[in-house]
């Protein structure tokens, strides 16, 4: 028998990618959209309060903002649900710890890219950084975005950052260098280096180079078209529909992360 659609509710509704979401889920078969909201107070015109909605979903899907996601998974978990696929960028450590806690109660899908190709690419740059001697092969990162992006580095340059760290057995904190400006000094080895473009429409560029004596290796990705990361997050709602309460990001749902 035909499983009945899996009910979505949209958050930050009327941002560039709830618009890119609530089209993408329309057109999909699996799924119904059963609500959108954006900030409170914002009705009307086929938006609902967050109350109203949060009562139709089986799954939010939430690319907003980073204290609005924090405090949805709060609300979401205090209610007892639903589950949560989270895009938004830019967390602060305390509400990635209101996640994580939330992430107690509710089954929480959270990525700083909900692309494929992406994802995958994170275990090409850590298994390069394992192979790759720190002490030689300079890390940087490179990323470039449209000049509405509020956040940098990107979500998704922390993650590369993450790989590249992890591959080197590191604590990225311990070794990312995020901004350079004037007399910066020579660059120490094992340093994680960032450097950040913002202009026009573009959807989002990312490269990591090892930058060694006389050679140079570079992995890049290039987003062209939003809607990827709207299928990517509908990926993952499908996922998340049902599981167990934990947080999980996209290489879970892709089926790419060794958990034990
Ligand atoms: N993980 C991924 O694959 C991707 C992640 N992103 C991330 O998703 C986020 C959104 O990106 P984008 O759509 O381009 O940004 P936008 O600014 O276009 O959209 C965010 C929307 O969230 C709304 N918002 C703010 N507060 C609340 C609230 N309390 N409740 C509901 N809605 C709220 C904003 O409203 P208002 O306009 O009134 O301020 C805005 O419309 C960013 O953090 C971005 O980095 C983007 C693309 C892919
Ligand atoms: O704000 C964006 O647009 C994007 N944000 C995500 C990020 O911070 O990495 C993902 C994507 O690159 C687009």
């Known amino acids: 028998m035909a499983q009945p659609p899996i009910r979505i509710v949209v958050a930050g509704a009327l941002g560039r990618m709830g618009r890119q979401m609530a089209e993408a889920v329309q057109t999909d078969p699996r799924l119904a959209l059963a609500a959108r ?15 109203e909605a949060l009562a139709t979903a089986d799954v939010v899907i939430d690319f907003s903002t980073p204290a609005a996601s924090a405090d949805l998974a709060r609300f979401c978990a205090n209610r007892g649900g639903p589950g949560l ?10 509400e990635l710890a209101d996640i994580a806690d939330a992430a107690k109660t509710i089954p929480i899908v959270r990525s700083g890219s909900f692309s494929l190709g992406l994802n995958m690419l994170i275990g090409l740059v850590e ?15 490179f990323e470039a975005h449209h000049r509405h992006k ?6 998704t340059a922390l993650m590369l950052g993450q790989a ?8 990225l904190d311990a070794v990312a260098r995020r901004v350079r400006d004037g007399v910066t000094g020579v ?13 026009g429409s573009i959807v989002g560029e990312h490269s990591v180079s090892f930058c060694a004596d ?14 990827m990361f709207a299928r990517g997050a509908i990926a993952a709602a499908l996922w998340v529909a049902g599981r167990p309460p934990g947080q999980y990001d996209m290489r879970d749902v892709l089926g790419l992360n060794a958990r034990a």
Do not use: K, M, N
């Open 37 to 51: 909201f954006h900030r409170p107070g914002t009705v009307g015109d086929g938006l609902v309060s967050r109350d």
């Open 85 to 94: 696929v989270v895009g938004s960028t830019g967390f602060d450590s305390a």
């Open 127 to 141: 298994q390069a950084a394992r192979a790759l001697d720190a002490d030689d092969w300079d890390a940087e990162i």
């Open 150 to 155: 509020i956040d940098a580095p990107s979500g």
């Open 164 to 171: 590249v760290a992890g591959g080197r057995g590191v604590a």
């Open 187 to 199: 660059r120490p080895p094992g340093e994680i280096g960032f450097a950040v473009v913002r202009g």
């Open 214 to 227: 006389g050679e140079l290796v570079t992995l890049s990705h290039a987003a062209g078209d939003r809607i």
